[in-house]
Nanobody, 117 residues
Framework: VQLQASGGGLVQAGGSLRLSCVASGSIWSIDGMGWYRQVPDKMRELVAI???????NFAESVKGRFTISRDDAKNTVYLQKNSLKPEDTAVYYCAAGWGAVGPYVYWGQGTEVTVSS
């Protein structure tokens, strides 16, 4: 499974950003897609994932601000991020696997998101 993420960038606090990730390859072998993030000197953490049945799992810190959606016809998962905070600054990784618990096993390249205060 190959994952291609896009949509990162610089945004002011309170702003919005949408990340996209397109899956290709053996996508028949997975049913979950989503996003993790990582900042320097910290472990990669789950942000939001969704399985094929629409079950989701969000980090507590993003609940109510971030939404995840999928377009299975396009093999694409989206992360809509609203009310961004400086602490959301990180490298965001698209991921794929099974279920809505994780951890996922397939990873895309990271896309950097910087939220300025």
């Amino acid at each position: 499974v190959q994952l291609q993420a896009s949509g990162g960038g610089l945004v002011q606090a309170g702003g919005s950003l949408r990340l996209s990730c397109v899956a290709s390859g053996s996508i028949w072998s997975i049913d979950g897609m989503g996003w993790y993030r990582q900042v320097p000197d910290k472990m990669r953490e789950l942000v939001a994932i969704m399985d094929a049945d629409g079950n989701t799992n969000f980090a507590e810190s993003v609940k109510g601000r971030f939404t995840i959606s999928r377009d299975d016809a396009k093999n694409t998962v989206y992360l809509q991020k609203n009310s961004l905070k400086p602490e959301d600054t990180a490298v965001y990784y698209c991921a794929a696997g099974w279920g809505a618990v994780g951890p996922y096993v397939y990873w895309g390249q990271g896309t950097e998101v910087t939220v300025s205060s």
